[in-house]
Structure formats: C-alpha cells, structure tokens
C-alpha cells in the first residue's frame, strides 16, 4: 500500500480542484470524490477560529494519496461538524505552515471517530450524548 505517502498541500493544477472540492464539503456535499485519485472520498475538519463571526477553516485531505487543502475563514451556514478542539485557544498556531503534519493528526481522529459529518443546521444539540458536557 502506500502508506509511505506524505500528506502533502494539493499543489499546481489539483490547487483548484481541491479547493472546488472542498467548497462543496461545505455546501453540504459530504461525499466528494478525490480530485487527484478517485479512489477515496475526502475526508475533513472545520475548526472556528472567529466565535463571533462564526467563521474558521475547513480542512480537507484524501486518505488515499494524501493530498490536503484548507479554505481558511469560511464559513459553515449551521453545520455544526464536531470539533475535539473546540476549546483550544492556540490552536491558530496550527494553521501556519503547510497543515500537512496537523493533517496527518487529524486523519487518525477520523479514523477514531472523533471528526466526521456534522449535525444538519437547526438540529438540537445533543452534545450530552457521547462527549463531556460543556462546563461554564
Ligand atoms: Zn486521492
């Protein structure tokens, strides 16, 4: 297999499909094919970085040829995607730099079922149901 590969940003003519491709995961298409391979569908992160704006950055990566993007400041129009970091205040810090180490982090949580679909926008919370309850 080739679990060799390093995750890498898309780069030169898959910069724009990737980044089309993970416009559509935020519009609400969760399962978009790999631009570059087809063989698996992307997988992705969004953490909110502005709480008051509403707005963070999607990342979106192929677990297969380890292609990643990001779309920084956007914004998810309710989709409510689970979030480990939610609180975690420096978590900016991340954001530098190419995101292919934080990616290769973020693709195990997946895998672990940390991070995946979101809850539909209007949906109740329910996150009593299998995290802790939000202290405050
Ligand atoms: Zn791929």
Redesign the pocket.
């Known amino acids: 297999m080739s679990s060799d590969v390093e995750w890498r940003e898309s780069y030169g003519g898959l910069k724009l499909p990737f980044m089309g491709a993970a416009g559509k995961i935020l519009d609400g298409n969760f399962h978009v094919?790999?631009?570059?391979?087809?063989?698996?569908t992307?997988r992705f992160y969004y953490h909110e970085f502005n709480k008051g704006e509403g707005t963070g950055t999607l990342w979106a990566w192929?677990?297969?040829?380890?292609?990643v993007t990001h779309l920084p400041r956007v914004e998810p129009q309710g989709w409510r995607f689970p979030d480990p970091f939610r609180d975690i205040s420096d978590f900016g810090e991340l954001e530098g730099g190419s995101g292919a180490p934080l990616v290769a982090r973020l693709d195990e949580l997946w895998v672990q079922g940390k991070i995946g679909l979101p809850e539909p926008p209007g949906t109740r919370s329910r996150e009593s149901k299998n995290s802790k309850p939000p202290r405050r």
């Open positions: 094919d790999c631009p570059n391979c087809r063989k698996s992307l192929c677990p297969n040829c380890r292609l």
